[in-house]
Nanobody
Framework: QVQLVESGGGLVQAGDSLRLSCAAS????????MGWFRQAPGKEREFVAG????????YYGDFVKGRFTISRDNGKNTVYLQMNSLKPEDTAVYYC????????????????WGQGTQVTVSS
């Protein structure tokens, strides 16, 4: 099993930046990719960004358009999501997820999930 714990969410103003963290523990050697998803009220959970756990390759959701950056620190078993130029429409619960099998933007391909951290962007 892999345990994931997110942190770093909060209330910010439009245009501000925020960095989310996701600490992994347990059978971290089984992780292939880590991803960030988000879910706004009344909407489907959508893919934000992903990163190879060892290879470091990255991939993003279409809406990101250079505003967000995913990175990792394997020494700390932690993945980060740096979010810049935040907009009110970025308001959502952000979830960290891990997959042991495949590079994917589909939530169903991720076996492990954190509890989520709330990000609220005021206008």
């Amino acid at each position: 099993q892999v345990q994931l714990v997110e942190s770093g969410g909060g209330l910010v103003q439009a245009g501000d930046s925020l960095r989310l963290s996701c600490a992994a523990s347990g059978r971290t050697f089984s992780i292939y990719v880590m991803g960030w998803f988000r879910q706004a009220p009344g909407k489907e959970r959508e893919f934000v960004a992903g990163i190879g756990w060892t290879g470091g390759f990255t991939y993003y959701g279409d809406f990101v358009k250079g505003r967000f950056t995913i990175s990792r620190d394997n020494g700390k078993n932690t993945v980060y999501l740096q979010m810049n130029s935040l907009k009110p429409e970025d308001t959502a619960v952000y979830y960290c997820a891990a997959s042991s099998r495949v590079v994917s933007r589909l939530r169903t391909d991720y076996e492990y999930w954190g509890q989520g951290t709330q990000v609220t962007v005021s206008s």
